[in-house]
């Protein structure tokens, strides 16, 4: 799902790049590949902002593993992905989406918000979060 102008890399996220650059991470030890997604961002006109922690009501669901990677977007290996799907276990209108550095509670690394996609119980929601070095 491409996100276009709504997703932000938060102040957290920043937070996370600048120590996992270092020899030995501080307080950043965990790659930020949980991907979750949420309900309430439209209806509260929300927009993804860097100072965001948390999504406005994250799925019951919970947060799934992604897969890394590095890819290029301008130059060879500049951009940080993570793929991972979100599958709904009862009927959902989604309009938010979260990469964060936990499996529960932890730090929301991007923040992104979309028109609403329905789903009902099985369908998902699969995702691809690229964070380009610029």
Known sequence: MAFGVATVLTL?????????????PG?????????AAG?????AARTAAVGDTA?????????TSGTE???????????Y???????AS?????????????STSGNMFTSATYNVISLVSGDSIAF????AIS
């Open 69 to 79: 990677s590095v890819v290029t977007t301008n130059i060879a290996n500049d951009t």
């Open 39 to 43: 309900v309430g961002a439209t209806g």
């Open 12 to 24: 957290l996220g920043k937070k996370i790049i600048a120590d996992r650059i270092r020899t030995s």
């Open 90 to 102: 009862g009927t959902r209108a989604c309009d938010e989406g979260g990469l964060f550095d936990a």
């Open 55 to 63: 999504l406005s009501s994250e799925l019951a669901e919970g947060r």
């Open 27 to 35: 307080t950043y030890t965990t790659s930020p590949k949980y991907v």
């Open 128 to 131: 691809t979060w690229k964070v």
């Open 81 to 87: 992905q993570v793929t991972g799907t979100v599958t």
